[in-house]
């Protein structure tokens, strides 16, 4: 297998969990992903969002491979193919869920994504708003003003794209077709394993990305009537930076041009457009003819379908263009008028609103857990003797209860708020002090994943716990930490990390509460269970970290 590096990755480490904040910000975030992600494009697809790119691309792709050979279907060959499309954070079409096309909707989604999961929103409004990348979705640079505004944007979209196509025609085998073998890592969000660098078939990596901006081609352009000749190009950097002035910089985008459904007559000949054109785009880099004659084919098709009509300006309305009749639509903010200087609480002023409301809640729980321990600390030391409590007469003493029993059993059930998952655990339990216990655990931990349908089984925790009673406020409430180390063995094949590797589990929970319900029973709250199944430790290691609310029955000990 001959594998590279792609020269444009950047680095990118394993998957990693967000902080513990976060759970109490979620009816924000849950607000902000019904929005939807930051996008400047045909929407890719989210649990929220329909995923116009990946429709687009499939129907081009299908309608390849009936007339071409070369697109034939590509079979997951290895574990870690079918571990990587078993984990995908969208759903395939049942006639595409081979490797080829797989990579090719991978490598369209990574122009807007850059390995980043689509519920990531901070980190990919830094990635949509990059102005050096703007040509990867055909829009205008900031530099892109009239009166050369339209023809220099496409100028830089068709490069870009013929860049791409270049590539991708490296990665080609002796017989013309696209090369199973020959493989390049594309930082992909898979659901459950997180930010990984995936190692895919080269062609349709990049591929995927020319098609990416060629699809953009038609949402980021006023065009003549029935989707005819580019009138104008679209700007997406001067409405973030609120200083948009169409006269000189262009029309602005507007998101009601990226939507495939329920479309009214002008964007439904529009989709149909672009699905032509991006199936001509493969056939034309997929043969026949050697690469100079492919890329002239590219070229042609190119010039056809993002060809420049002049004469449209804002002084016009740009041609008076029925595009510009759509309202301006960021982040699902509807804004009417064309002059634009703000707009208002999109992605990055709610995410900021977030971060100020989750430091706030951060700083009146630090406070509150202050509170709760110093007040343990003042009951401790009364009960040590050591605290300023008047004397009192020595009580009448009691005859001391039966002692309950040294040893007792455990049986625990939870769910984590972050990294969605579930724990079902039993284990034993050994009385050593009046402060301190023991035990061993073994848990059942299944995955979830926000992104798709269904269960994966996750892992089996094995682990002893040690448990630090501390002195409590009444007969029947006290209050415990807890700390677990053992292993923890995956389940399930998952991309870099087949089933059955087993490496280290650790947990914690600071302070849990504790009720005495008899003579020998306690119902235990863990409510900030932290735990880190972390199953693969060597090569790229690989951990599910879980902030979970556990709820548990103790008998005895």
Known sequence: MMTRLRPDVR??????SRRLEVALALPALLALLLIGPPSHAYTVGTPFTGGCHELITETALRGARGITPAAAPM?????DDQAMASDLPFAMASDMGDLGAITLVLG????????LLPTDLANLAVVQGDPTT??????????ESEPTGTPDALADCKSYILGRVTLALTYLAASGAPDPNARVDLPVGLAIRGSVPVSLPGFYVYMGEALHAFEDGFSHTYRAPDAGPVTASLTWLHILDHDLDEAVDGPPHTSVLDECSSLDPLRTVRLARVEEASQLLLLAALGPGDSALRLANVGAVLDEYLAYQPGCTAANGWCHAPEHAYPLTIDGCAMHGRKVHGIGLGGGSALAAIGLALRRRRRRALASVAALVMAQGTLARAADGTGDAAPTCPPTQPPAPAAPPRFGAYVAYGASLDNTAMNVSGGGRLWLTPGWETGLDVEFNPWFSTLTAGARPGALNVYGTLIRRWPPFTKSFGLRSTIHLGTSTILFDLYGVPRYTTGIYLGANLLGAEWKVGRSFIVVLDPADVALPAPQL???PFGYLQYRITVGLQWGA
Not at 11 to 16: D, F, K, L, Q, R
Request: aromatic share 0%.
């Open 134 to 143: 703007q040509n990867q979705h055909c829009l205008r640079s900031l530099s």
């Open 108 to 115: 369209v989604r990574d122009n807007d994504l850059k390995g």
């Open 11 to 16: 680095a990118t480490g394993p998957h990693s």
């Open 538 to 540: 060597a090569g790229t």
């Open 75 to 79: 079979p997951l060959a290895t574990d």
